[in-house]
């Protein structure tokens, strides 16, 4: 999420907190620790943490203790880190509610299909001959590439699933990114695309993605990719071009996918995957590391038994 630059100082009296710098430094941007970039703000709040965002690629940091601060960067103390980031998030991006099915502010290229049930929020923008089939719901700030086609039901840019546990509640973390989804991509029913938090979602051009497919805020999809029935891809994955994931895989968050992989169905990948590398089972292994270990696991009632004989 980038802004107009704001000062330390400036920043810092939003949400009433210390800060540790030149007043005058500037912050040209706020975004969550997996997509920051230099003049970014981020928060941390947990001492397993601090190296990382101290580290970061972001020049400010909310942190909830007083530490040595990075030639060049800035602190601002806070107790709450998180409820503070939020607190900033929406002051830059206050949230705007369209009550219209398709918002004024839309805007639509040629030969739009835009079918009955639809929503289109503020600010989204679709490209030609893309097809909405019904019930589609588009939320604020996404934009659809051209020759895109969305089925019935699916939801583009709903917020993104963090919160931070308190003693009575779950707190959300405000979700003020986007989601693009690029040229000639296809979308299955009763599909989700959960919007960055404070960056992109992105679907690369050309991918094609079957019914029930839920991606995750942060995600980052390459072109040609071909994903089937019930995949599950957690936050901030980073996958390459032309991968293709089979039905009911499930990704963990944070993972890297290089370019022309294959996850086999009902696989649940926790590590990262290599180009052109086939993985499979749960969890996930290079399939013929993962077929060998499977080979030698239905052994195993044969050697007991021989055992036992003795």
Not at 132 to 153: E, F, M, Q, R, T
Request: glycine content about 10%; charged content about 20%; aromatic content about 6%.
């Amino acid at each position: 999420m980038q802004i107009n630059p704001v000062s330390l100082k400036n920043i810092a009296a939003l949400i009433n907190s210390k800060y540790i710098g030149n007043e005058n430094h500037l912050i040209t941007g706020i975004n969550e620790i997996h997509r920051v970039k230099r003049g970014d703000l981020v928060f941390v709040d947990h001492p397993k943490y601090y190296d990382k965002a101290l580290n970061s690629a972001a020049s400010t940091i909310i942190i909830n203790k007083e530490v040595d601060c990075p030639l060049g960067k800035a602190l601002i103390i806070h107790s709450e880190p998180f409820t503070a980031f939020n607190e900033l998030t929406k002051h830059f991006e206050p949230k705007k509610y369209s009550k219209e099915n398709i918002s004024p502010s839309a805007k639509l290229g040629k030969n739009v299909v835009i079918m009955p049930g639809c929503f289109i929020g503020n600010n989204v923008i679709i490209g030609d001959n893309s097809v909405l089939y019904p019930n589609v719901v588009v939320y604020d700030g996404c934009s659809i590439g051209k020759n895109v086609s969305i089925h019935a039901n699916t939801t583009i840019g709903s917020d993104a699933f963090y919160f931070k546990k308190r003693d009575a509640r779950f707190e959300p973390l405000n979700t003020c990114g986007t989601v693009i989804i690029e040229d000639d991509v296809m979308i299955g029913s009763n599909c989700t695309i959960d919007k960055g938090v404070t960056a992109v979602t992105k679907i690369g051009r050309g991918s094609i993605l079957d019914n029930q497919v839920h991606i995750g805020h942060d995600v980052e999809i390459g072109e040609m990719c071909l994903f089937a029935a019930q995949v599950g891809i957690a936050g901030c994955c980073t996958i390459g071009k032309k991968v293709t994931m089979w039905g009911q895989v499930g990704i963990s968050s944070g993972i890297t996918i290089e370019d022309g992989a294959t996850i086999l169905a009902q696989s649940g990948l926790g590590e990262n995957v290599k180009t052109g590398t086939t993985y499979f089972g749960t969890p996930a292994a290079p399939v013929k590391d993962k077929m060998r270990e499977l080979f030698a696991t239905k052994q195993l009632p044969q050697l007991i038994n021989k055992l036992y004989d003795k």
